[in-house]
């Protein structure tokens, strides 16, 4: 695919064009693609970098192609939404010439938009936060996901915090899974109450991690495996092996790292769905 204006630069701060954004997308679209395949997306453009206006863009433009698959998702209030969903590096490619730098995907597919297969807790640190902190967090969620009998992935964001995942069986609905996504959060949050919170204002957090559930409420995402980070330093949201994480920066790969870390390994979540678990039986475990 022809890309138009290839050397527009994109990350000024670190010297990346619109084209090495569309080179590192080709580069992962072999790991990235199956994270997106059959969900709603959210764009995060900026066709003139990321000192210039970007925004989130939910629902196609009329520009798009015909061989960009868009589906009709349900609104709560009634009527339906345009998606696009991306099902190939093909589109991968043109949604990054198109000035996307991230890519938010729904915890649920186009074909079973009520029946999430994936939970995720977000990690929200304030300014100053230790990364040892996080990490300390992180493996906190870990063990009360394992004690709801939940198999834990954790994920570098490229931003501030981590997410912890846990891939789900598809049969609960919407309201359980957030439900039991507050019911961990609190109860990770009682275990050290003057460092973590799950108070929804800000002027309550304080100086407190705050633990995030909103994410699994409908039509909400969360930032996909691989996708770059619209911010100094280009970081990419990697997907981790536990055993990674003790060195683990949440903006630790940059563009050129992550594609050398996908030159010499699998991807960690290459294998999610087999450890899908019920959430209506996790939820009963904790209540």
């Known amino acids: 695919m022809k890309i138009s204006h290839a050397d527009k630069v994109y990350y000024p701060g670190d010297g990346l064009t619109k084209g090495d954004v569309v080179e590192y997308y080709r580069a992962v679209a072999d790991v990235m693609v199956p994270h997106l395949r059959g969900r709603p997306l959210t764009l995060r453009r900026y066709p003139d970098g990321i000192e210039g206006q970007g925004w989130f863009q939910k629902h196609p433009g009329e520009h798009f192609p015909d061989s960009i698959r868009v589906e009709s998702v349900p609104r709560r209030d009634g009527g339906t939404d345009d998606y696009v969903v991306c099902e190939d590096a093909e589109t991968l490619e043109y949604l990054a010439g198109q000035g996307t730098l991230e890519f938010h995907v729904w915890l649920s597919t186009v074909a079973a ?17 230790p990364v040892a902190e996080l990490r300390a967090v992180a493996r906190r969620i870990r063990d009360h996901y394992e004690k709801a009998g939940l ?93 990674e994480l003790g060195k683990a920066d949440p903006a630790g790969w940059s563009l050129a790292k992550e594609k050398q870390r996908l030159a010499r390994k699998d991807d960690p979540w290459r294998d999610l769905d087999a450890h899908a678990a019920s959430a209506a039986t996790a939820l009963k475990r904790l209540i």
């Open 113 to 129: 938009p009520e029946r999430p297969d994936r939970l995720v807790l977000d990690l929200d640190p304030p300014d100053g936060t």
């Open 151 to 243: 198999t834990p992935f954790v994920q570098a964001t490229g931003g501030r915090g981590f997410h912890v995942l846990a891939p789900l069986d598809a049969k609960a609905d919407t309201e359980t899974v957030l439900e039991l996504s507050r019911v961990l959060a609190d109860n990770v949050a009682a275990d050290d109450p003057d460092r973590l919170t799950t108070a929804q204002r800000k002027d309550k957090r304080g100086d407190r991690i705050f633990l995030d559930a909103n994410r699994n409420g409908y039509a909400q995402t969360f930032v996909a495996p691989y996708s770059l980070r619209a911010r100094p330093g280009a970081a990419a949201a990697t997907p981790l092996d536990w055993r």
